[in-house]
């Protein structure tokens, strides 16, 4: 049984940052590597597979992260029921998975999603991470995975000064509270 | 701060980094016909020479796809990244 239980309880908010969980969203990893793949997952989500490294497409519901040469990451914007996810996995699962094309793997119990918001987010993220941010905040829809405060995670710069955070669940909590800490003092 | 160019990513620091050792050795084509030593000799046996190196680096906390570096151990110089499969772009 999958675990879709939220690990953070409730949305914080200071002077120029707010943090809240998005959960559950729809999360789906893809894996495949031949056209007929591309272009299959191109007809199933009405979505172009973004193939320039560090970039996504999406539409209203749906994002697809570029996450390697040969791997991607959807997501759905809003909240989705249980049914809804599992719905949308089956149809991939049988149209690529079952195919041969690729692999589709629901992982939506595997990753939280945080959402970020505000003029100091990259100030905060930057106190506990490598990453250079400075083309990065001012390109809508940029895509990295990095460190922060020595966890994995996936960052998608969804508009200005909001940004979506992917980290493992069993490291979601203590990621909350370093963030929440890190808040305090940019 | 030591930045590697990942083939695929780009330039990132190197704490998203993993080293993987020595790079282009080359597995026995029949192992059952080696004696141990040979066998060890392929299996344990690395250079690791003071100077410019060939190695095999992986992007774990970020693409996680592995590539080759040529590398200079005592200064941390990076002279050449090439991807997996690809000839060294120098000697
Ligand atoms: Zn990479």
Redesign the interface.
Known sequence: MLNYNSTIIEAKEYSDIKISEVEPTLKINLRGKNRDFVTKIGKELSIILPTD??TSSGNKELNLLW???D?WLIYSNDKNNLETINSSEDKLFNDISKTKLGSVTNVTDHWIMINLKGPKIFDMLSAGC???FNKFKYSKGAV????LNHV?VIIHNKDINNLNLFVRRSFSNHLWLWMNDSARFV | ?FLINCP??????Q??FSAGGEAHIVRPKQPTELSDDQWAEYLFMRKNIKGVQFERWNHS?????WFNMVRDTSNDKIHAIYKMGEKPPIK
Not at chain 1, 144 to 147: E, I, V
């Open positions: 490294p560090n996450l390697s040469p791997e490598p990453f250079n990295t995975q990095t460190l994995d | 701060m695929y990513c780009g330039e990132r620091d704490s998203e906390h970020g693409c996680r796809k």
